[in-house]
């Protein structure tokens, strides 16, 4: 069934159904250059556009989120996915690579060979819903083409009997708070690349943040940059960008196109449109969806379960029909297990239900009462977010009142929820939700449940598969050589993070103790004994000494000393609360206590803001989002910035690349060395001036940590950004090229993160040497025509008639010219006593400074450009292409704009460089 459309053509906004105006189909096709299209259809029979810019969808909603993996909802929902991103700065690139990997999907399929009674495995979960995914529903065309298997349709007889070609299979881990994990099925070592499946959600949403740039259906993001070679970007105005079009029946969904829109509708939107729409009318969830109060990403992703698992329930209904008992709420069940923490669960298990029937009742009450005081908001207050968020849920799914309950604790009866408690869902969602994740934009565009295979594969600080979104669809990418039997794990935090670091994130936001070979080796616990050949196996790298992490080791205080040795780590002294270290090379005492480390941490906190003020300080735009796309539209500096700017350094000549003030830099360098103890590396050849602003002298630092500590990674991180969001290109470069270093010390193997930087390395060196080869054009053209002005000026004066002086002096009279007419009179009258010598004289000071100052800003320019020519080598190393392949796949796309960046990078050093040969 197709959305409706009413009379007009538009969408009836109340009859379930969003549509497009009838219209649209006989007016010209779709054209980018038109601003955005709101599908909005309620008051003008045409539809309208909309321009993104200017809608208060966006206007409202959180900044872009960095994001961590999995989706975390025990946090307050406005800051989901904040955290940062380690894995979840993967990308999901357009569709175009699909295609290419199909053939190599179809040879995958799912062995789920735990012991099942035989009506269970005749109808396992995990095939029958995810298999109803790919089902063509509603005419919703099925997105896989070929009549060969896949692994969500794929019987269950043949899930269960393997295949000579199956990679994958679950089965129980051995431990038990690790319960089951995804294991090699293959005969042979999976090799680096090798795809092991791909997998669309069983549902999922974009986030708040995202929903005006991410199309619903297809999950493209107009943020996202179009690639080079991208055809479907060519002739966009925008740099390519696209805009949306909004559903015009919640007035909350985006989508690309009405095609994009009538996939979504079919495949989920028609279940949850009209609960929205319902939501929006209820008093006391109004304000969440009108002014986000309340982050409804998990919301709106457990009305989509809710009711995908309503259709599931139905399908499961015919097939009980047929003489086939129902397995699957229990065995759904058994795959999402709680992810909130001990007491809360309590809670909610206990007064979940009743609470939030009494907040919801409350707050209808005090609505109808007009009362405007106390209980109901204290309440609000009092209300944790989640169950805020199963408020919300329920004003969308549950109509009469009387289901409320049966909702909340799952009574069986209950149509609804179909027999498990929304609560439950909740907690479901928490566990096993993942943060999509877009790299070009590196932030968190979404919310997806994936619980075919991505759902049982466990954690690991060293795992040897990654996954990366593309579209709606997750690819799980081998990146170690994995040996038949051996479990696939990957990481659902960031690796860059210590021991101590990573494993707190994993019980606060996940609820277990990590019992990985790297949590092994280097145990947080210094009391915990090592266990130092699990990682020796897996990795060819050497290795630090057991229980010496050198990402978050004390090294020596004394800064004239240049030992690197870890002389204690940072769980030791959480134990010992203070301990004294003695360095082996220069014998200097350090001696370390919590509270000092906890002042040297805030301290360097306060520095890092310090550094984000001064920063943003210097631009008037911070459209972080649109400096991600790296676009070549010079930077141009604001007056304000432009008034303090004129004690910047000009970096290679070019005024059209801001630079961080020297406050900034101050800032930064202040924060780095707090933290590690020595000075940042900051380029001189690049940085110039700016470094001359900063004292070189080292002087003794209580704490000192070695560099590789996370909060150094998140500092350089956060130079990198924003320089990149004030175009501060050569700043963005500099930290770029440290975070690309940091980041292949602290991954085993290879990983998404690493290539990824390279990339922006590339591009923001390919940018610089475009910039420069302008400049250097530009100042060729300025040259020719300062010969050209010099002779004017040279013939000006004497050489003009005298009808023509007499001219301008009745101009300037009449007040064409600046000031009074006696003033103008008077200035002329001098400039005509002027000597010639003294004309001359003015003139040659005035070429000679202009000359100066070219020069210095060729040699600047130079300087860059040579600096830019030592990186290509390192841009040019095949190991980074290679990266690439394995992560994306061999014909990834990202790959040849990797290829088109280093040409275009060459090709530009090289044209940039012939004026300055020349001279
Ligand atoms: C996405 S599920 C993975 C599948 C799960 N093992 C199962 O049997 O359903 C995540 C849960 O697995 C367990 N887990 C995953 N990785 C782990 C690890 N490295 N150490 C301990 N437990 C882990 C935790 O209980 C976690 O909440």
Request: charged share 25%; net charge neutral; proline share 5%.
């Amino acid at each position: 069934m197709l959305p409706p459309q009413d009379s007009h053509g538009d969408t009836q906004a109340n009859a379930s159904s969003p549509s497009f105006n009838k219209t649209s189909s006989t007016k010209p096709k779709r054209n980018y250059r038109t601003k955005a299209r709101d599908m909005d259809s309620d008051t003008t029979p045409e539809p309208t556009f909309q321009n993104l810019s200017n809608d208060t969808t966006t206007a409202t909603t959180t900044s872009p989120q960095k994001s961590s993996l999995p989706y975390v909802e025990s946090q307050n929902a406005q800051n989901l996915g904040e955290v940062y991103p380690g894995l979840a700065r993967l990308s999901f690139l357009d569709q175009a690579e699909q295609e290419i990997d199909e053939q190599q999907q179809h040879q995958i399929l799912l062995k789920i060979p735990r012991a099942q009674s035989p009506s269970q495995k005749s109808h396992d979960p995990l095939a029958q819903e995810g298999g109803s995914m790919l089902e063509a529903q509603d005419n919703v065309p099925a997105p896989v083409s070929s009549s060969a298997p896949v692994p969500t349709l794929t019987p269950p007889s043949v899930l269960f009997a393997g295949s000579p070609t199956s990679l994958v299979e679950i089965h129980d881990t051995g431990s038990s708070s690790r319960g089951r994990g995804l294991f090699s099925a293959a005969k042979e070592t999976l090799k680096p690349g090798t795809l092991l499946f791909k997998e669309l959600g069983y549902c999922q949403v974009v986030n708040d943040a995202s929903l005006a740039q991410v199309c619903s259906a297809c999950f493209k993001d107009t943020r996202e940059e179009q690639g080079e070679d991208d055809k479907a970007s060519a002739g966009l105005p925008n740099g390519g960008q696209r805009k949306l079009v909004r559903c015009a029946g919640c007035k909350v969904i985006w989508y690309c196109n009405k095609t994009c829109q009538i996939k979504d509708w079919k495949l989920h939107h028609q279940l949850e449109c009209q609960g929205i729409q319902k939501s929006l009318a209820n008093l006391a969830t109004k304000d969440v969806w009108t002014k986000h109060t309340l982050d409804t990403t998990s919301v709106r992703a457990i009305c989509r379960l809710v009711r995908r698992r309503e259709r599931v329930r139905a399908s499961a209904k015919y097939k009980a029909d047929h003489g086939k008992v129902d397995p699957q709420q229990k065995q759904v069940n058994e795959v999402y297990v709680s992810g909130l923490d001990q007491r809360e669960e309590e809670w909610l298990d206990n007064h979940g239900a009743d609470w939030i029937e009494r907040y919801l009742n409350t707050y209808e009450h005090e609505q109808s009462e007009t009362t405007s005081s106390s209980s109901a908001k204290g309440v609000l207050n009092e209300s944790s977010q989640l169950t805020k968020v199963m408020a919300v849920v329920m004003s969308c799914v549950v109509s009469p009142k009387e289901n409320r309950q049966n909702f909340l604790k799952g009574s069986g009866a209950d149509q609804t929820s179909g027999g498990a408690s929304g609560i439950d869902l909740i907690r479901k969602l928490s566990a096993y939700g993942f943060s999509m994740t877009n790299l070009e934009t590196t932030t968190a565009v979404g919310l997806g449940l994936y619980i075919q295979s991505m759902a049982f594969m466990n954690h690991s600080c060293v795992p040897n598969c990654v996954y990366i979104f593309k579209g709606p669809k997750v690819e799980c990418r081998v990146i170690r050589d994995i040996q038949p039997g051996e479990e696939m794990t990957i990481s659902y935090i960031d690796q860059v993070g210590t021991t101590t670091e990573r494993q707190r994130q994993l019980k606060e936001q996940y609820h277990f103790v990590c019992e990985c070979p790297l949590c092994h080796f280097l145990p947080a616990n210094p009391l915990i004994p090592v266990k130092d050949d699990t990682l020796k196996e897996m990795s060819d790298v050497p290795l630090p000494k057991p229980a010496m992490d050198p990402k978050q080791g004390f090294v020596c205080s004394n800064s004239a000393c240049r030992s690197r040795t870890i002389l204690a780590t940072e769980a030791q002294l959480s134990i010992y609360n203070k301990i004294q270290v003695q360095c082996m090379e220069c014998n200097h005492t350090t001696e370390l206590d919590q509270e000092l480390v906890q002042e040297n941490q805030e301290d360097a906190d306060r520095l890092v803001a310090g550094f984000v003020r001064e920063m943003n300080k210097g631009s008037s735009s911070h459209t972080k989002r649109s400096a991600r796309n790296f676009e070549l539209a010079k930077a141009t500096a604001s007056p304000e910035a432009q008034d303090q700017g004129a004690d910047k350094p000009v970096i290679g000549g070019m005024k059209t690349v801001q630079e961080p003030s020297a406050q900034a830099l101050r800032y930064f360098k202040e924060a780095y060395k707090t933290l590690t103890g020595v000075s940042p590396r900051l380029d001189s050849r690049v940085d110039g001036d700016a470094l001359s602003l900063l004292s070189n002298t080292e002087e003794d630092r209580p704490v000192r940590r070695s560099v590789l500590h996370h909060a150094v990674r998140q500092l350089e991180q956060t130079g990198f950004d924003e320089a990149v969001s004030q175009k501060n290109w050569v700043f963005a470069l500099q930290r770029s090229i440290e975070l690309e270093s940091m980041l292949k010390q602290v991954y085993i193997g290879h990983h998404p993160l690493k290539s990824i930087q390279s990339y922006y390395t590339c591009k923001i060196a390919n940018l610089l040497a475009n910039l420069l080869l302008e400049e250097s054009t530009v100042e060729i053209e300025e040259s020719d025509q300062d010969k050209d002005s010099d002779l004017d000026d040279l013939d000006d004066g004497p050489a003009n008639s005298d009808d023509e002086r007499d001219l301008k002096a009745l101009r300037a009279a009449m007040g064409v010219g600046s000031g009074s007419m006696q003033e103008q009179l008077m200035r002329k009258k001098r400039r005509e006593s002027e000597s010639t010598e003294d004309k001359e004289l003015k003139k040659k000071a005035k070429l000679d400074a202009k000359k100066d100052k070219k020069r210095v800003q060729e040699q600047s320019s130079s300087e860059l450009m040579k600096y830019l020519k030592t990186l290509v080598p390192k841009i040019e190393d095949p190991q980074i292409l290679q990266e690439f392949r394995v992560c994306w796949g061999k014909d990834g796309k990202l790959a040849s704009r990797y290829r088109y960046q280093v040409d275009s990078l060459k090709t530009a050093l090289h044209y940039a460089e012939q004026p300055f040969v020349q001279k």
